[in-house]
């Protein structure tokens, strides 16, 4: 059974209680299966090709505390 909790540690790569663009897009780079189809997007974010758009438009959706960042109760809630 998959744990939204694993996923979002294996997001965290620093381990700080939050995701950045950054460790979204590298999550998304190292291929993890799981991470693509919990956030519906390509596993290379390219501006050229729309998908950047495509992860910020979604980034900004989760954080709704406007952190700049994907906090555990944002996460959860999506």
């Known amino acids: 059974m998959l744990w939204l909790g694993d996923i979002f540690d294996r997001v965290d790569e620093n381990g700080d209680g939050e995701i950045s663009k950054i ?3 590298k999550a998304l780079r ?9 956030f519906g997007l390509p596993q290379h974010i ?10 910020e438009q979604l980034f900004q959706r989760i ?15 999506f």
């Open 30 to 38: 190292r291929g993890d299966q799981e991470v693509k189809q919990l």
């Open 63 to 77: 954080d709704t505390g406007d952190t700049r960042a994907i906090l555990w109760d944002d996460f959860r809630d």
């Open 23 to 25: 460790e979204l897009i």
């Open 46 to 55: 390219r501006q050229e090709d729309g998908s950047r758009d495509l992860c």
